[in-house]
């Protein structure tokens, strides 16, 4: 596997992570989310980029067959072997978890060691705490065996010449097109990259086109805009790390709704994985159309050739623009992903979630999936950093991958144990 960045700071472990283990054996499940999250979270850092979500993807997949390789219930994901029976599932958890993370992201450690210990030592030392041990380090090898070869960072150039319509890098810092890689990346799920890769985006000269900046010029502006208070927030709200706030969002949900740690994994290896193919799918589409900005659009719109759009050379957005394609947009087909995988998994439209956002310092309850699908739509809009053709046409590639998916993955099945 290949190392996502070496140069680092350590990341943080939650307070307490693995202390609840022996009383609640699903909270190590969400304990090692909360540190993959920290890890990758630190990793990265500000990069606007889905990196995120692949390995969050890797990790969740893991830690889903070590568990249910002991605990039974659903279907192992692209792996036959089971664990021992009497094994302990929680340390089988917390093993693939931080050998995935361990293997990707070799610079924490001293960090993820030390979060390794706290969860083995507050499980009964013997030999179920030793089976799950071992069973977890070949869950763990098996996905890191899975993942060789699959185009992480592969050298994927961006080669479209400036022109009406085709992307280049935007104001202020002018950033070249980040992780091209990530448009030819193996999926987790899917077969290929473009297999719900979308229709493309409106014709320059349509009256949809016209439409969608003109939309985007109004609502998403800097200063100016038609925007209400509320609408400002929601835009602001979805402007940051969107991966974090649905890792957040789900270990809270499973912790109020005290699901075992068999549907735990499996709900957040339905999650993370439908999201990992998202942005694969996402960047497919970015690469393959290479629509421009709306802020290259409104300054250049006396380059289109419709006569419905004119230009604004000051035009600016509410919110940076991040150095990719349009179409189309990350937000609204993650979104929509995780949440056609949570209605999936809970057989229900209410995903009941608590979602926070760190860039407004507060958090939004989502009852439907419909609400949250509709407001990240709005808020790529709203922060002007989208057309509203990119965000619509990402959910419904979100939704429809998602569906696919789980009609052939993380499936129930009879037999092996009982799931938890």
Known sequence: MAVALV????????????????????????????????????????????????????????????????????????????????????????????????????????????????????????????????????????????REGDGRFADVPYTASPAPGVWRPTPPGFQPFIDTWLARLRPLLLTSPRQFRPGGPPALSSAAYAEDVREVRVMGARTGSGRTARQTETALFFGGNLIAQVQTAVRDHAARHRLGIARTARLFAAVNAAATDAVVTTWDAKLHYAFWRPITAIRLAGTDGNPATTPDPDWEPLLPTPPHPDYIAGHTTVAAAVTRALTGVLGTSRIDLDVPSEVTGTTRYYRSADDLDRDVVDARVWAGVHSRTAGVDGRRAGTRLAAWALDRYFRPVAGHGTAG
Not at 29 to 43: E, Y
Not at 111 to 121: G, Q, V
Request: charged residues 15%; proline residues 6%; contains cysteine.
């Open 7 to 146: 140069s680092l700071t350590a990341a943080t472990t939650p307070p307490g992570a693995g202390a609840r283990t022996a009383a609640d054996p699903a909270a190590v499940v969400r304990d090692w989310n909360a540190i993959a999250t920290d890890t990758i979270t630190t990793s990265l850092g500000p990069r606007p980029s889905g990196q995120a979500a692949i390995w969050q993807g890797f990790v969740s997949v893991a830690v889903y067959n070590a568990v249910v390789g002991i605990e039974g219930g659903y279907a192992l994901y692209k792996w036959r072997e089971h664990g021992p029976a009497g094994a302990s599932s929680a340390a089988a958890a917390a093993t693939a978890a931080h050998d995935v993370l361990l293997t990707c992201f070799p610079a924490f450690q001293e960090r993820l060691d030390t979060a390794y210990a706290d969860s083995l030592a507050a499980l009964p030392a013997g030999p179920a705490r030793d089976q799950g041990v071992r069973y977890g380090e070949r869950a763990a090898a098996h996905v890191v065996e899975l």
